[in-house]
């Protein structure tokens, strides 16, 4: 069993951790493999990675930037899988400094292994389009979707918000331990990390050699501007404050910050129009955290949280909650289409009432996983890359949220 992490102390605490875990497993059956270079059966779990403290990304309450890297193997040794976490934004002193007390602030506290599964698994039959590459999962400890970049540091706070270095610094890592020479990359995240996966697109590519394939594909990061049921519009106002908080403008992409004020920005319709790098986007039209946190009001405009309890079970939507339910759908894929047609774009968006499904291994690959085009997400996105066809699929055949597998 082999461990890739440096004998600092933290590292050196998740290798203990990670044997603790193991002897736990064991006792109980489970089969479960803790591995920086491995291909097993059963679940695998792979121990983080913290940057060194030469860096000045540093998370929220200012300890280091952690990812968990699985290393290729074979015919993958030379590509390379990047994915981002997601996990919302925080756009006050106060959210941050709340977060800093969470994983998702601090790498003191977060997890130290992650379970690899989904379009992060090792194993072939799970995911045979990039189980032997080089995978990596890059943890979200930020609020910016790793835009942000203040040099001062409050003293009373001690926040630190330097998203975008944290960026930065993991890819110059991961370029040192030889993605310099790949030969195939694709940056990926889920959420907040799908949309840093949209916003860093192009900058991704520039990194890579000239003669790489490199792509991007975008898991419920298409977050849609639109206004709530109560006719306010929450994520404007959310993201206004993330850009002056996180000083996010100069890491946007310029050809939209060009063009419009920097918080539009941060809505993927108003930025892919121009990302010259191809991009898969993987997304429901009725995504649960959009449909709980941009067309739910907020509690003061929604009487009673009659649609707060509506957008959990949206079978006790009365009929004018319904319909606000099918429009929001509606104008997903309404945006979706404006965005005109570019051939080296990709789709699968289903109606599934779910969240972040590339890193679900169920939804992901196999005979019950969703399937658009009579093709699972994950036979989907490794076509469209390895082009060998290209795919669009879009779910009109319901109008309504679905439970999917």
């Known amino acids: 069993m082999s461990r890739m992490i440096s004998p600092t102390l933290g590292q050196c605490v998740c290798m203990l951790f990670c044997l603790v875990i193991l002897v ?63 996990g919302a934004w925080c756009e006050s002193t106060q959210s941050c400094v709340g977060r800093m007390k969470q994983a998702l602030g601090s790498s003191i506290i977060m997890e130290k292994m992650y379970n690899f599964s989904g379009i992060l698994d090792g194993r072939k039959e799970l995911n045979p389009e990039f189980h032997d590459w080089n995978r ?14 203040v040099e001062e540091v409050d003293p009373a706070t001690n926040l630190h918000f330097r998203g975008a270095r944290i960026f930065q610094a993991v890819m110059q890592e991961l370029l040192g331990k030889g993605m310099n020479n790949a030969s195939n990359a694709l940056l990926t995240g889920c959420s907040a990390g799908g949309l840093a996966s949209i916003l860093h697109c192009d900058n991704f590519r520039e990194l890579m050699p000239a003669t790489a394939r ?10 849609l501007h639109a206004k709530d049921y109560a006719g306010g519009n929450r994520s404007e106002d959310l993201f206004y ?20 004020e920097p918080t539009l920005c941060f809505y ?29 009001p907020r509690p003061a405009d929604d009487p009673g949280l009659s649609f707060q309890r509506c957008s959990l079970n949206y079978e006790k939507c009365s009929p004018r909650q319904t319909i606000a339910l099918k429009g929001f759908g509606l104008e997903f894929i309404i945006t979706l289409a404006r965005l005109g047609t570019c051939s080296s774009r990709g789709l699968f968006i289903n109606s599934c009432f779910a969240h972040c499904q590339s890193t679900d291994g169920k939804k992901w690959y196999g005979d019950v996983a969703e399937k658009l085009g009579n093709k699972a997400m994950a036979k989907a996105l490794g076509d469209w890359y390895h082009d060998r066809s290209g795919f669009q699929q879009i779910d009109f055949k319901h109008d309504l949220p679905q439970s999917c597998t």
């Open 268 to 296: 993927p319709q108003y930025v892919v129009p121009q990302i010259q790098t191809p991009l898969f986007i993987l997304n429901s039209a009725f995504d649960t955290y959009q449909i709980q946190h941009i067309l739910t």
């Open 214 to 223: 490199v792509k991007c594909a975008s898991d419920a990061g298409f977050f």
């Open 241 to 260: 404050k993330v850009v002056q908080l996180h000083r996010s403008a100069a890491n946007l992409p310029p050809s939209c910050t060009s063009k419009m």
């Open 136 to 149: 990596i999962f890059v943890r979200y400890c930020d609020g910016s979707s790793f835009t942000g970049d």
């Open 24 to 86: 736990k497993a064991e006792d109980s059956g489970v089969n479960i493999t803790i591995v920086d270079n491995a291909v097993a059966t059963g679940a695998v779990y792979v121990c983080f990675t913290l940057l060194p403290h030469e860096y000045t990304a540093v998370c929220p309450d200012g300890s280091p930037p952690a990812y968990h890297f699985d290393k290729g193997a074979g015919d993958g040794a030379n590509s390379w899988l990047v994915h981002l976490e997601g």
